[in-house]
């Protein structure tokens, strides 16, 4: 079994060309506490990136000759794997690849609207969601002219950071017909609770949509078994390339959903007078899809399998602990983490120190870490803050990262003394 957190680290040749000779002169590692925004790649994964590129590329489902039939098996092969990755019973055919989360919700908001809404109806989301979650279901309600309901969080400090299901229960009414939100929230780092939410919703008949882009490098549940309709995540966050994303369906619901873009590849037939769509994935796929990245992300999910998507929970989340328990007795600290222990998230605010001025400081001590409203404005307002600084935890981060990272920050919080 792989080591994880600091051997693990060396896998990954970023924090090999990142060691910095700060301005005290010190020199330090890179301490990257951002894979909530995006995660490295470890070398397997760039390895079999360039090996692609270098033996197998050509453009896919197109050619007769060698090279395409190959790169075609590899994109289909990834497919595959992705199924595999979700879970038993999930079939390569319900696996769409897009170029992210963003688009595979974009895709869904965009054909619901043609097929689920009008004006009687009612979308459902958690008031907290990323906005990849939230505004193409805001522009969906708007071309349907339909209501759309959030569920607020139970509070805006410590347990209460969490979605409130007694709302919830009454606002998913007989008239909704789309409930979607996150597996797991990227500001606070909740894990929200998608079988209870699901169950509401099924209870009304309604479809359910959960935004995976958070989850799907520690949990390895099926969310298919818990009533889930659709499931969307990206690449660039499970130690994969950016570009690809996924978007697994239902097969009755892929069969519903028309296509966000349309042209090559996913025609059935073209005449001067109309287009029709072939079936089947191919027909959310049109243009020259990410064939590279593909492959990439299937390299990815072998190395996540390998390492374990629960241990690496284990390591992420306790390690976020073990940074809230320091961070909260820095003076001016104020945290906004649930504090359930399963987090791997931990985002928090300085009372002095506004939180962009926060992290370009820490970024002197070699410490990333993102700061702003996190693509959440309506969460960051309800929390009554305008920015916030996030750490978030890895596979690769270790207690050195929380020892860097504590330290800058009460350098340059104690600066204001
Ligand atoms: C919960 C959540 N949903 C959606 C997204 C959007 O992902 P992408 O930018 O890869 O499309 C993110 C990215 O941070 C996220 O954290």
Not at 357 to 365: M, P, Q
Request: aromatic share 6%.
């Amino acid at each position: 079994m792989k080591k994880i957190g600091a051997s693990l680290r060396l896998e990954f040749p970023v924090f090999a060309h990142n060691v910095r000779r700060c301005a005290d002169g010190v020199e330090r590692p890179l301490c990257y506490l951002d894979s909530a925004v995006s995660t490295h790649k470890p070398q397997k994964v760039i390895d079999k990136i360039v090996e692609f590129m270098s033996r197998d590329y050509g453009s896919v489902h197109r050619g007769a000759y060698q090279l395409s039939v190959r790169a075609s098996d590899q994109y289909e092969a990834a497919r595959a794997r992705v199924a595999r990755f979700i879970g038993s019973g999930v079939r390569a055919e319900q696996v769409v690849f897009t170029r992210g989360t963003t688009e595979s919700l974009n895709l869904l908001a965009h054909g619901l609207t043609e097929t689920r809404l009008t004006a009687d109806k009612r979308i459902v989301i958690p008031a907290i969601e990323h906005h990849a979650n939230f505004v193409p279901w805001q522009q969906a309600a708007l071309k349907a002219d339909c209501e759309i309901a959030y569920i607020p969080m139970c509070g805006t400090s410590g347990s209460d950071l969490r979605l409130d299901l007694n709302a919830a229960a009454k606002l998913i009414t007989p008239n909704t017909s789309i409930v979607s939100l996150a597996h797991v929230g990227n500001v606070l780092g909740q894990i929200n609770p998608v079988q209870d939410i699901a169950a509401l919703a099924k209870r009304v008949g309604a479809l359910v949509i959960l935004d995976c882009a958070q989850s799907m490098t520690c949990f390895s549940e099926n969310p298919f078994d818990w009533g889930v309709d659709a499931i969307a995540f990206s690449g660039h966050k499970l130690y994969g390339p950016t570009g690809i994303g996924v978007l697994v369906l239902r097969p009755e619901l892929l069969t519903e959903l028309p296509p966000l873009l349309t042209g090559g590849g996913m025609i059935s037939n073209v005449t001067l007078e109309e287009s029709t769509w072939t079936t089947g994935t191919a027909k959310l796929e049109a243009g020259t899809p990410p064939i590279t990245e593909a492959v990439g992300l299937a390299a990815a999910l072998d190395w996540l399998d390998d390492v374990g998507r629960s241990r690496i929970h284990e390591h992420a989340s306790s390690l976020a602990s073990k940074f809230a328990e320091k961070l909260e007795k820095i003076p001016g600290i104020q945290l906004f983490y649930p504090g359930t222990g399963n987090e791997t998230i931990v985002s928090f605010r300085h009372a002095a120190l506004h939180a962009h001025d926060l992290a370009t400081i820490l970024d002197g001590s070699n410490v990333a870490m993102r700061a702003g409203h996190h693509c959440a404005w309506p969460l960051v307002r309800q929390l009554g803050v305008d920015a916030l600084v996030r750490a978030s935890f890895a596979a690769y981060s270790d207690e050195d990262d929380i020892e860097q990272a504590i330290e800058a920050i009460k350098e340059a919080t104690y600066l204001l003394k």
